[in-house]
């Protein structure tokens, strides 16, 4: 079955604002993302019930994970990229963002959530950046399409990835997903309006505003704004950058935007807003029948 592409480019395709203050890293700067994907405590601080747990499946045993699935069919796939987003953002910024929703989603819909997609297809840069590692399209395409297979066959009827990542060539490899049966939703959370939440009138952009504020909303300790510098394109290249064609400019410190108009504030109201977003286009919509 074909994917819906569930939010692209500020529209719908069938496919409360939280206090301004930033949430709690999980775990010390030190340690590693692996750990924090493993901790019982890494809760939302604005979660109404904190009884529940994301069901992260790699934390999880069969017969735990076979009654998820008999409860609700579906399952929560973070999509992220392993790519510079300035000298202020740490490489795995789109990662850490679709964690945090995969997270949160999981433990307030009782939804199972895969082990998140590290790489991703990464915009064009001019320049080498160290650390930078990007798929190929089809390379993206072709696992997607094994772990997919794999986890219709054990039950799962409905698959929605959830990325950050708007370069289109990511976004072909994740519309193009086929399945047997099962439905495929792909969410492009960065898609969702978000204009009238921000300080600077560029954006989203790559590792700008919207990107900076969301990792000083959710993981401050990996932000150094004292590196964050401004880097403005013309509106005409701001538009073909839209549409994932132009190359990260080499003059540019590795973002384009204005990461400097950045604050957790303004995280906090684009967290929420692509929260609820998801919430009420994606998951309050009728499961799939088992």
């Known amino acids: 079955m074909a994917p819906d592409v569930a939010m692209r480019y500020g529209s719908l395709h069938h496919r409360s604002q939280s206090a301004p203050q930033t949430r709690a890293p999980a775990i010390d700067a030190s340690q590693s993302s692996l750990k924090r994907s493993f901790d019982d405590d890494d809760m939302s601080p604005d979660q109404s019930d904190t009884s529940r747990q994301p069901l992260r499946l790699k934390a999880m045993r069969p017969g735990a994970v076979a009654d998820a699935i008999a409860r609700d069919p579906r399952l929560i796939i973070p999509v992220g990229t392993c790519e510079q987003h300035g000298p202020h953002l740490p490489l795995g910024c789109d990662t850490i963002i679709v964690e945090y929703l995969a997270d949160d989603l999981s433990a307030e819909f009782g939804l199972l959530r895969a082990p998140t997609v590290e790489y991703g297809v990464n915009a ?9 590692a990007t ?29 950050a990542q708007g370069h289109d060539g990511h976004q072909e490899a994740l519309a193009t ?22 300080v600077s009138d560029c954006g989203p952009m790559h590792g700008d505003e919207v990107d900076t504020s969301l990792l000083l909303y959710l993981a401050p300790h990996l932000v150094l704004m004292e590196l964050a510098h ?61």
């Open 124 to 132: 064009e840069v001019e320049r080498i950046v160290p650390g930078n």
């Open 135 to 163: 798929l190929r399209r089809k390379t993206l395409l072709r696992a997607l399409n094994d772990l997919t297979d794999a986890w219709e066959a054990g039950g799962i009827r409905e698959f929605i990835f959830l990325t």
């Open 177 to 198: 997903v086929v399945t047997k049966d099962a439905r495929v939703r792909v969410v492009d959370i960065l898609s969702i309006e978000l204009s009238d939440l921000m």
């Open 230 to 290: 401004d880097y403005m394109i013309t509106n005409r290249n701001a538009q073909r950058y839209g549409r994932g064609s132009l190359r990260i400019p080499s003059s540019s410190p590795g973002n384009v935007g204005c990461p400097t108009r950045a604050s957790a504030a303004t995280g906090a109201t684009i967290y929420a807003r692509i929260r609820a977003r998801i919430r009420e286009r994606i998951l309050l919509t009728p499961s799939p029948s088992t």
